[in-house]
T-cell receptor
C-alpha cells in the first residue's frame, strides 16, 4: 500500500521568495509521483510527474520537484513565488500495477504575501 | 480546461435522497476515475472504470455505485444520502489504465446534503 505525507497544511511566503512544499511517500515498490494544484473553485491540474526517468522533474509555471529515493521525498520548489501561485497543492503517489489510482496527501495551502 | 466535463456543478439535496453525477471523459480516454474531496477525509479514490469494466475500487460506500457506458461517459450514483456525504466529487480520466498515465480531473460536482 502507498501513502503520502505533506508536511505543513499551510505555508506562507512573500512574493519573490522561494517556495518549498514538502512531500514524503511510502511505497512497497518504486512509485510514480505527482504534484497537482487546485485553484479556488477549480479542479485539480497536473503540475508535474515522476515516472522513473530523470529524478529532477520540471513542470508548468516554473515549478520543479526532485525524487530522492533515500529520503522517500518528492518536494516541490519554485525559485520565486508569484501572487498567482496561491492555491492548494497536492502530492500523490501511484504504484505500478495498482491500476493507476492515485493516493493523495492531505494538501498544502500556499499563501503568497505581497 | 482539462477536457473532462462534469454535471451538475452544484447540487443540494435532502438526507435520504438519491442523486446521480455525470462525467464525460476527455475525448479518446478509456479510463474514468471518481474521487471524493471532503474537509475531514481529504481526497479519496472511490472507483475506476476502464472501457466499461470496473478496474479498481477504493473507499466507496455500498450506498454508492458507478458505471461506465459504451460511449465512455460515467455516472456515479449516491443513494440514501447522509449529511456526511456532502463533498466535492471529482471525475477524472486517462488514456489508459496504465500506471503513470497522466490523470486529468474535471472541475467537480459540489454536493450538499441538508
Amino acid at each position: 500500500a502507498q501513502s503520502v505525507t505533506q508536511l505543513g497544511s499551510h505555508v506562507s511566503v512573500s512574493e519573490g521568495a522561494l517556495v518549498l512544499l514538502r512531500c514524503n511517500y511510502s511505497s512497497s515498490v518504486p512509485p510514480y509521483l505527482f504534484w497537482y494544484v487546485q485553484y479556488p473553485n477549480q479542479g485539480l491540474q497536473l503540475l508535474l510527474k515522476y515516472t522513473s526517468a530523470a529524478t529532477l522533474v520540471k513542470g508548468i509555471n516554473g515549478f520543479e520537484a526532485e525524487f530522492k529515493k533515500s529520503e522517500t521525498s518528492f518536494h516541490l520548489t519554485k525559485p520565486s513565488a508569484h501572487m498567482s501561485d496561491a492555491a492548494e497543492y497536492f502530492c500523490a503517489v501511484s504504484a505500478p500495477g495498482a491500476g493507476n489510482m492515485l493516493t493523495f496527501g492531505g494538501g498544502t495551502r500556499l499563501m503568497v504575501k505581497p | 480546461d482539462s477536457g473532462v466535463t462534469q454535471t451538475p456543478k452544484h447540487l443540494i439535496t435532502a438526507t435520504g435522497q438519491r442523486v446521480t453525477l455525470r462525467c464525460s471523459p476527455r475525448s479518446g480516454d478509456l479510463s474514468v476515475y471518481w474521487y471524493q474531496q471532503s474537509l475531514d477525509q481529504g481526497l479519496q479514490f472511490l472507483i475506476q472504470y476502464y472501457n466499461g469494466e470496473e478496474r479498481a475500487k477504493g473507499n466507496i460506500l455500498e450506498r454508492f455505485s458507478a458505471q461506465q457506458f459504451p460511449d465512455l461517459h460515467s455516472e456515479l450514483n449516491l443513494s440514501s444520502l447522509e449529511l456526511g456525504d456532502s463533498a466535492l466529487y471529482f471525475c477524472a480520466s486517462s488514456g489508459s489504465g496504465t500506471t503513470g498515465n497522466t490523470i486529468y480531473f474535471g472541475e467537480g460536482s459540489w454536493l450538499t446534503v441538508v
